[in-house]
């Protein structure tokens, strides 16, 4: 099955932009003659896959393709194309390449192509190392990857550490350009609404960009795109430091799937390959996956054995009975999906071995004492044990997060306790990771009340009794827990934020609601004829003309797979009147996300 996921069956036509975005690579690579070897930044070697397969780079003149790294180029190609984001270090690694093969008397040209554009600072330190002159500079404005039919990451891993600790806003441009980008393909979204900081910076520097590059609709139509709700991840930090329960957000949990696939060894797949790595693709494609990927976990063996035994039910028949060769056709369609039935028992067979040890159990249930904000002894002394007992990391300061933020900060003594027993068990250089939690706010030391019980009383944030087999709320995500963030969502669907002004003050950030003025160009006959229609397009929210409206929801800081998976059982509701689309500066779980903000990972 090809890594490159199917997007025919997207709201909008996703196919467009990444056609585009292979079109601007192929562009590049033309431009420069003959054989070339391709450096790749490693972090774009994965949304790079999602764009293009290695059979059209080949086509275009690559010869070889590596990882930058510090060690000199290999090669007997006479030109060298670096692919890289624009950071520092990368710049320095480059430069010494250059520098090492100036002194061996290589004839090589150098281009390097900033992802998705070029910065001052890097040009400088290629200035600085004087290889600048040397060197052909050029943009690949890869703005969105769109990750399966629904989802459409902006590759801003960093974005959440730059915003909250840095004080770094730039990610937040690069939003607000992939918005726009949109916009140019899909039309101007006439209804924005924001909630948290980064969110509402957002909405500005949009409003600003379309004052300063208009875009003008097609002749021909409306937008395609009626809402943007920005989201600040920063409103709702307790979703991603909880365990996700979905198969997909489980999946990320425990092998972190890393742009639409996940690396496993080869033995959990059946296959004898000496302890090999094997790459497992995971998008729509894969039609089995797309059915059971937003389930919660304790359905999905049962939905598996019910299709195996429809599937051995079947055979018996073929083997017993005469069938006609319309039947025999219909079998061998369902034989088809074998390989898909064996791969999805084999991973799941391999993720229950994790889900079902005491350790992971425990955590669920501390996990929901901390979000329903009861027993603080139970929880503190629950964590303290974590700690001396050396547990991952990163495990405990998900807890640790939780722990906080549910509380509204830690009582001065527990704060300087539990980090001070932080550095004696995991070492003093974390000093700086714990620093980084503080200016982030996500562990810090009590100030007032927490108003944790007022929000998940006022957003009905707990629910009792969730039927994970037949789920009837977004709660069955997190088996009771419903997604603040999509709480939020729903609220702004069912028109606006206004229902809940005084809980969404509590939350982290301002919150903002307005709309963008959406320019056609039409002959004075077509206006007069159209007014009407935009007049309802503008002001009325659902459906107009019997379709259904998209609404596209962009998180600021990141998004977990239950989250994505809340909004698909939102958009599959009975009487729901929207399609929903997820943008995001990463797909992350509460590990990934505490990762970056962590400067030495054990």
């Given amino acids: 099955m090809a890594q490159i996921p199917n997007l025919d069956n997207a709201p909008i036509n996703l196919s ?43 086509e275009h003149g690559v010869e070889n393709l590596r990882h930058l790294a510090a060690d000199p180029i290999q090669t007997d190609c006479k030109s060298i194309l ?17 520098q090492h093969d100036t002194k061996q008397n290589l004839q090589r040209e150098y281009s390097v192509i900033f992802v998705p554009r070029r910065t001052v600072v890097c040009e400088k330190v290629l200035e600085e190392e004087k290889v600048h002159e040397m060197v052909t500079i050029g943009e690949y404005p890869l703005y969105i990857v769109p990750v399966d039919e629904d989802v459409l990451s902006f590759e801003l891993e960093l974005a959440y550490k730059e915003c909250q600790v840095d004080g770094d806003t730039s990610s937040l441009w690069h939003v607000s350009k992939a918005i726009h980008k949109l916009q140019s393909t899909f039309g101007v979204i006439p209804n ?99 059915e059971i990927r937003d389930l919660n976990f304790g359905v999905v063996g049962q939905v598996l054995r019910q299709k195996a035994t429809t599937m051995k ?18 079998f061998v369609k369902k034989l088809n999906s074998l390989p898909e039935m064996t791969r999805h028992t084999n991973l799941a067979q391999h993720l229950s071995n994790f889900t079902t040890k005491p350790t992971f159990l425990g ?30 990391f990163l495990s405990v300061l998900r807890l640790l997060v939780l722990f906080s933020i549910t509380n509204g900060g830690l009582p001065k003594k527990h704060f300087d306790y539990l980090r001070r027993e932080l550095l004696h068990s995991y070492g003093f250089e974390h000093m700086a990771t714990l620093i980084n ?19 998940k ?45 005084e809980i969404v003050r509590l939350l982290p950030g301002p919150h903002s609601e307005h709309k963008q003025d959406v320019i056609i160009e039409r002959t004075a006959l077509e206006a007069q004829q159209n007014s009407h229609v935009i007049d309802n397009f503008y002001w009325n929210s659902g459906v107009t003309d019997g ?40 797909i992350i779980n509460g590990s990934t996300m505490l990762e970056t903000l962590v400067d030495n990972v054990p």
């Fill in 16 to 58: 467009s932009l990444r056609e585009k975005s292979q079109k601007e690579l192929v562009h590049i690579l033309t431009t420069i003659r003959g054989r070339k070897m391709l450096v790749l930044d490693p972090k774009l070697s994965g949304p790079l896959a999602l764009i293009a397969q290695t059979s059209l780079l080949k």
């Fill in 82 to 98: 670096y692919l890289v984001r624009p950071q520092v270090n990368f710049m320095k690694l480059i430069s010494s390449h250059i």
């Fill in 192 to 290: 924005v609404r924001a909630k948290g900081k980064a969110a509402t910076n957002v909405a500005d520097i949009l409003s600003r960009m379309q004052q300063e590059q208009p875009i003008v609709s097609a002749n021909t139509g409306m937008p395609e795109i009626d809402t943007l709700i920005l989201l600040d991840r920063h409103v709702d930090m307790v979703t991603p430091m909880c365990s996700q329960l979905t198969y997909e957000g489980l999946l990320d949990e425990f092998f972190h799937i890393n742009n639409g696939a996940v690396e496993l060894d080869a033995s959990v797949m059946g296959v004898q390959q000496g302890g090999k790595k094997i790459k497992i693709p995971l998008n729509s494609s894969d039609k089995l996956y797309r």
């Fill in 313 to 330: 039910q079947d055979y018996t028949e073929v083997t017993t009975t005469n069938q006609t060769v319309s039947e025999l056709k219909d």
């Fill in 363 to 392: 955590r669920l249930s501390i996990e929901q004492t901390l979000v329903e904000g009861q027993s603080y002894d139970i929880c503190f002394e629950y964590i303290e044990e974590m700690i001396h007992k050396q547990e991952p």
């Fill in 437 to 455: 939690l503080e200016k982030a706010g996500l562990v810090k030391k009590q100030e007032s009340k927490s108003n944790w019980l007022a929000i």
């Fill in 457 to 501: 009383r006022g957003l009905n944030l707990v629910m009792e009794d969730v039927d994970d087999a037949n789920p009837s709320d977004i709660a069955y995500v997190f088996s009771g827990y419903a997604p603040l963030s999509i709480r939020l969502v729903q609220h702004a669907l069912r028109g606006g934020w206004r229902s809940i002004e």
């Fill in 547 to 586: 379709r259904r409206l998209l609404v596209l929801v962009v998180f600021i800081g990141g998004v977990t797979f239950a989250e994505i998976s809340a909004l698909r059982f939102l958009s599959a509701q009975e009487g729901m009147t929207y399609d929903l689309i997820v943008g995001t500066t990463k």
